[in-house]
């Protein structure tokens, strides 16, 4: 077992995740990690536009009237071939744990379609870091393939601007191999396939992840949305008055309420409830995750 820095022989700090290059390390790369963070520029940016660019074809295929519409959002949901080049996530419950990439985009697409198909034409969903609240299956490592690969492009630039920054990427035996990757073209909003020149180890490629844009947990989980602000709206849909005293429910006997238990399902529909009744929660847990994150660092 090696870390990449061990592996080079670089000495000091780097801007990317050191993990170790011969097995997977489980941390997961998190969308709305990458989408607060403040660099390294232009990775940032080009990754939260592949990333939003992805959301808003898919959401419009969903929305849209016409069967190849349907066809074309269903099937750009299914080029999500697991990324293992980062060394990242779990590959048990990866793609190869849930039945491939096909099944998983079918999941996404089914839910788009179905149960959620109100919260996205009210403009409450938003984003592709919105989903694991919601679709069931849809967790911290399946969410971290579809978002690697999605952002792949942004990644293998970073990896180039790293490659020529240390040269130990290259020092001695070490060398680069050219591999043909699919990526998202954010321009044209279609996938497509490229060459690019990855660090080999052991011939086997190595994609770097900037520093911060993987996290044990996913920011926005579905178990933390829950906890937060479907209970919390829960309290106020049942909270009575006595006295001129708001008297709320405690969470813990809410928990308990068949309605009410934990579950991607009751985050649904509570969801679509605040919704009806003029409460964006999800836009609020958005701004809740975002202040605990920018303040913790």
């Known amino acids: ?6 592996h080079y022989g670089i000495a000091g700090p780097v801007p990317f995740h050191d993990v170790d290059v011969h097995s997977d390390n489980r941390i997961f790369v998190d969308p709305h990690a990458v989408r607060l963070s403040r660099g ?7 990754a939260v536009l592949a990333l939003d660019t ?15 519409d349907h066809r ?16 990242m996530g779990m590959a048990k419950t990866g793609f190869r744990g849930h039945g491939g990439s ?5 999941w996404i697409w089914d839910a788009l ?6 919260l996205l034409r009210v ?19 399946i969410t971290s393939d579809i978002t690697t690969r999605i952002i792949y492009k942004a990644l293998t630039d970073f990896t180039a601007a790293m490659v020529d920054a240390y040269p130990e990427f290259t020092a001695g035996t ?3 191999s050219i591999v043909q990757r699919q990526v998202w073209d954010s321009t044209s909003s279609e996938w497509t396939l490229i060459d690019v020149n990855l660090p080999a180890v052991e011939g086997k490629p190595l994609l770097l992840v900037p520093a911060g844009w993987a996290r044990p947990r996913l920011l926005m989980s579905a178990g933390r949305y829950y906890e937060t602000e479907i209970l919390t709206f829960a309290q106020l849909e049942q909270a009575s008055s006595r006295n001129g005293k708001l008297l709320k429910t405690p969470k813990g006997r809410l928990k308990r309420q068949p309605e009410l238990s934990r579950g991607r399902g009751t985050n649904k529909l509570v969801t679509a409830r605040a919704g009806g009744a003029g409460h964006d929660i999800l836009a609020q847990f958005r701004r809740f995750v975002d202040a605990r994150a920018l303040r913790i660092g």
């Open 72 to 87: 074309h959002g269903l099937d750009l949901l299914q080029h999500f071939e697991e990324p293992w080049e980062t060394r």
């Open 113 to 118: 379609r179905g149960d959620l198909a109100a």
């Open 174 to 176: 070490h060398t680069t």
């Open 123 to 141: 403009g409450i969903l938003k984003h592709l870091e919105d989903l694991p609240l919601f679709v069931h299956g849809i967790d911290r490592d």
């Open 102 to 106: 096909v099944d998983v985009g079918s």
């Open 1 to 6: 077992m090696a870390s990449i820095t061990t």
């Open 54 to 68: 992805f959301f808003d074809a898919v959401s419009a295929d969903a929305m849209s009237a016409h069967a190849a």
């Open 40 to 46: 390294p520029s232009p990775f940032a940016a080009d």
